[in-house]
């Protein structure tokens, strides 16, 4: 094998922390990413994937739920949000959002993820009749609502805490938060990018409070904009010092930026490459040894490199995403949706078993 495949030098004592199972570290992770040797970044990967998972790779059926696009942050990267009374601007009433919710059930949805923008116009009740509606049209559907933006808006809208918010929450049916809004936590990046957003701490703090009440979540992160290579480092970093005091964390899906109809399109002109995409789906998989998930999520990869993201460290196709807009409005060429049968063929012919699972990675079907 020698002969054919010379390991880069810098990566040879990485790869012999990954066979023995070590931690790696700050400079191990950017060597990582200074090194172009893609295929042995995907090996390292996989082994790590494969010793968690073996050949099982999830997928959910699921949709999105955007109850309203209205926010009062307006990040800059963002193409889905409208300002207040803006041309576009839309707000689902309940009855609107049970008309959808009694759709959903003929599509044997299973997770359903809903979120929204900051609207100053909803308050804890919307959300919370919005959750018993779903609870009660969609029993056994597994509700992912809501990210720590969210939350926080709710809890000073109406002088709560935040675990205030959360348990109310969490008794009208949410089962675990998605990992929106983390973008990239350093605050240069976040001055430059969404400068009215909460803080990274306070992002991690929310997350926290959700753990402590039992309440799991997945983690983000937005890449491919103003960032550094070190800045994602170290936002990868502060998600893996959260996990190990708390564990709460199920999924750790990376974001890949798509600029077009936002602020920064003219700055940033094109999406990252596949070469970023694979590495970065990687060496957080190699640097994330406490997350149990890494997703590929197909809408902001494209399908192509998703499938191929499965042998870089990837252990979920994430879902049908039936109706989500926050990506197609920043342009993503991906389809609208994907068939149940579409994410079962993409996983087999990568060569591992599809697994059907809900939002807390409860399985729902193997033997496809
Ligand atoms: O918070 C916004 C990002 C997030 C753009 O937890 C953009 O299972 C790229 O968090 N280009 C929402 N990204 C999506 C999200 C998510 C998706 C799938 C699964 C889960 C999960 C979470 O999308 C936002 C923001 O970080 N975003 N605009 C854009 N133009
Ligand atoms: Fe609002 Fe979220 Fe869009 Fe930022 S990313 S403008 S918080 S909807």
């Known amino acids: 094998m020698a002969e054919i495949w ?9 790869a012999g922390k990954v066979a023995a199972g070590e931690r790696l570290d700050r400079e191990d992770a950017l060597t990582l990413y200074r090194s172009n040797d893609l295929l042995a970044l995907g090996y390292l990967s996989a082994v790590v994937k494969k010793r968690r998972h073996g050949e099982r790779v999830y997928f959910a059926v699921n949709h999105h739920l955007n109850y309203s696009n209205v926010c009062v942050n307006g990040c800059r990267f963002c193409a889905f949000s409208r300002a207040p009374g803006e041309a576009g601007a839309y707000t689902l009433s309940l009855d609107a959002v049970e008309a959808k919710l009694f759709r959903m059930k003929e599509l044997g949805v299973r997770e359903l993820h809903i979120v929204g923008g900051l609207n100053p116009e909803l308050d804890l009740g919307y959300f919370e009749k919005l959750l018993r509606r779903a609870r009660e049209i969609l029993p056994g559907v597994t509700l992912k609502a809501l990210t720590a933006v969210e ?6 809208r109406h002088g709560l805490s935040i675990t205030e918010v959360l348990s109310r929450l969490k ?16 605050p240069r990046v976040r001055e430059l990018i969404c400068p009215r957003k909460i803080s990274g701490d306070k992002w991690l703090a929310i997350h926290a409070a959700a753990h402590r009440l039992g309440i799991p979540t997945n983690a983000t992160l937005l890449y491919g904009h103003l960032e550094t290579v070190a800045e994602r480092v170290d936002h990868l970093l502060a998600l893996r010092r959260l996990q190990d005091e708390t564990g709460g964390f199920l999924s750790f899906v990376p974001l890949a930026f798509h600029p077009r109809n936002t602020a920064l399109a003219g700055q940033v002109k094109e999406c990252p490459t596949g070469f970023d995409d694979l590495k970065t789906i990687a060496i957080a998989r190699l ?23 499965l042998h870089f460290g990837a252990d979920d196709l994430e879902g049908t995403v039936v109706e989500e807009k926050i990506t197609h409005s920043a ?38």
């Open 151 to 156: 939350v926080d808006f709710l809890a000073r």
């Open 287 to 309: 640097l994330l040894d406490n997350f149990p998930h890494v997703k590929a999520y197909w809408v902001m990869l494209g399908p192509k490199i998703a499938q191929i993201a």
């Open 6 to 14: 010379q390991l880069d030098g810098a990566l040879q004592e990485i």
């Open 171 to 186: 008794e009208a049916g949410l089962d675990c938060l998605p990992g929106g809004g983390a973008e990239v936590f350093a």
């Open 331 to 368: 342009g993503a060429e991906s389809p609208e949706w994907l068939a149940r049968q579409e994410l079962v063929e993409l996983i087999r012919t990568a060569g591992y078993v599809p697994v059907e699972r809900d939002a807390l990675y409860n399985t729902v079907r193997e033997g496809f």
